[in-house]
């Protein structure tokens, strides 16, 4: 007979721009590691209080710590990717965060990505060749 094994963490995906963060949320504590180094330590030239903005929001600073595997982009895109994800798993384990976190902007998806380049045309995404005036 197989044994059903209980889930002690919660998962969810952040993303941002390029970046893709997993992060999984377990109760305890302990510290919060990124890609298995310390959360400061990974994004080192970021201010520290961005990284628990969501822990602060919601009053749970020594309850939970997060693991994370994040990839793609450069570290901002990153850090936002992570603050998503982490929001996200709060809310999926207890359900009242949503309003506390919400007019935070912690739990808006940044649509904002950059425009791919159009063949036939210069460098930038929209840039033109210049036209001979005569």
Request: glycine fraction near 8%.
């Given at each position: 007979?197989k044994k059903e094994s209980k889930k002690e963490f919660i ?84 359900p009242e965060n949503r309003q506390v976190l919400k007019p ?31």
């Amino acid at each position: 007979m197989k044994k059903e094994s209980k889930k002690e963490f919660i998962s969810a995906v952040g993303r941002r721009k390029r970046s893709v963060a997993r992060v999984r949320l377990y109760s305890g504590k302990s510290q919060s590691l990124v890609n298995d180094l310390p959360i400061g330590e990974y994004f080192k030239n970021i201010s520290p209080i961005y990284f628990f903005k969501p822990f602060e929001v919601t009053h749970t600073t020594g309850k939970y710590y997060a693991t994370a595997k994040v990839e793609g982009g450069g570290k901002k895109g990153q850090l936002g990717a992570f603050l998503l994800g982490l929001s996200r798993a709060l809310v999926e384990f207890s359900p009242e965060n949503r309003q506390v976190l919400k007019p935070f902007n912690l739990l808006t998806r940044d649509p904002r990505e950059k425009e791919r380049r159009k063949f036939g045309l210069a460098q930038g995404a929209r840039a033109r060749k210049q036209s001979p005036k005569r």
